[in-house]
């Protein structure tokens, strides 16, 4: 069973950036697409961004579209999701998962994902 451990959350103020990153265990990791999704108070867990297992292709929510990037690095075991011109609505804990493929489906639903992390929390303040 691979474990996620998500890092990098934090307050921030509105305009500013952070970069999380998610290690995982075992030595599977290059082998999936990779994740990360966000969960509002009272809301939906939702995808934000995703990439295939060697990194060649990446997908995101429209909202983060142009402000956030995800990357991989296999050799690490790691995962990153830079977020740039944070808004007060991207507030949530953030969520790495691996998907139960190589390659991100056309859909990006919690259920194409089969491990997650234990979530960092995003505050951006106004």
């Known amino acids: 069973q691979v474990q996620l451990v998500e890092s990098g959350g934090g307050l921030v103020q509105a305009g500013g950036s952070l970069r999380l990153s998610c290690v995982a265990s075992g030595r599977t990791f290059s082998s999936y697409a990779m994740g990360w999704f966000r969960q509002a108070p009272g809301k939906e867990r939702e995808f934000v961004a995703g990439?295939?297992?060697?990194?060649?292709?990446?997908g995101y929510a429209d909202p983060v579209k142009g402000r956030f990037t995800i990357s991989r690095d296999n050799a690490l075991n790691t995962v990153y999701l830079q977020m740039n011109s944070l808004k007060p609505e991207d507030t949530a804990v953030y969520y790495c998962?691996?998907?139960?493929?190589?390659?991100?489906?056309?859909?990006?639903?919690?259920?194409?994902?089969?491990?997650w992390g234990q979530g960092t929390q995003v505050t951006v303040s106004s």
């Open positions: 998962a691996r998907a139960r493929s190589a390659i991100l489906s056309s859909g990006n639903s919690p259920s194409d994902f089969g491990s």
């Open positions: 990439i295939s297992w060697r990194g060649v292709s990446t």
